[in-house]
Antibody, heavy 117, light 110 residues
Framework: QVQLKESGPGLVQPSETLSLTCTVS????????VSWVRQPSGKGPEWMGR???????AYNSALKSRLSISRDTSKNQVFLKMNSLQTDDTGTYYC???????????WGQGVMVTVSS | DIVLTQSPVLAVSLGQRATISCRAS??????????MHWYQQKPGQQPKLLIY???NLASGIPARFSGSGSGTDFTLTIDPVQADDIAAYYC?????????FGAGTKLELK
């Protein structure tokens, strides 16, 4: 069945770089796009960016200068790197499978990231 | 960016109907395709897709959930509300990049 799992550090120092990995199973990264979505505690989700099935990328303009998304199809993994982290980047980070891509039909369990010294 | 506005809280009694609204700052429809989707999120869990393209029930979702609307105004209806439905509900639009979400409506028991 379709599964996505995020992994990465739970604590990041301010001004440092966040690196997260999304490992997928049950579908091919060359057939479906994968997005990164984050959610501060108690707030609505925010779409960050997308790795398209053809290898292209799309980013939220609010984050574009700090964000990079890449993939390794041989390992079924999608990567997120975001630099210059600040305290308001604290939240839960999810990877999702995109259908369409118009909506997010499967979500990983999420990884909680805290930006603090 | 398209802003989606939701009421923060809706209080409802078990067995009654819950109507959750989402208003977009501009139309999210293209011809007859309504690019509005709904998710349910319980505490400590990831969001789960309920309704896609305004009115289509996602796989495995009970028929007491339904969606309607077009243009800028959309509604998620739960009828009848069960105890397991107490959660936060988010709308999401994919008409224009970036995809955006509403701030959510928390469904509470009256």
């Amino acid at each position: 069945q379709v599964q996505l799992k995020e992994s990465g550090p739970g604590l990041v120092q301010p001004s440092e770089t966040l690196s997260l990995t999304c490992t997928v199973s049950g579908f091919s990264l060359t057939s479906y796009s994968v997005s990164w979505v984050r959610q501060p505690s108690g707030k609505g989700p925010e779409w960050m960016g997308r790795m398209w099935y053809d290898g292209d990328t799309a980013y939220n303009s609010a984050l574009k200068s700090r964000l990079s998304i890449s993939r390794d199809t041989s390992k079924n993994q999608v990567f997120l790197k975001m630099n210059s982290l600040q305290t308001d980047d604290t939240g839960t980070y999810y990877c999702t499978r995109d259908y369409g891509p118009t909506y997010f039909d499967y979500w990983g369990q999420g990884v909680m990231v805290t930006v603090s010294s | 960016d398209i802003v989606l506005t939701q009421s923060p809280v809706l209080a409802v009694s078990l067995g009654q109907r819950a109507t959750i609204s989402c208003r977009a700052s501009q139309s999210v429809s293209i011809s007859s395709i309504n690019l509005m989707h709904w998710y349910q999120q319980k505490p400590g869990q990831q969001p789960k897709l309920l309704i896609y393209r305004a009115s289509n029930l996602a796989s495995g979702i009970p028929a007491r959930f339904s969606g309607s609307g077009s243009g800028t105004d959309f509604t998620l209806t739960i009828d009848p509300v069960q105890a397991d439905d107490i959660a936060a509900y988010y709308c999401q639009q994919s008409r224009e990049s970036p995809d955006t979400f509403g701030a959510g409506t928390k469904l509470e028991l009256k």
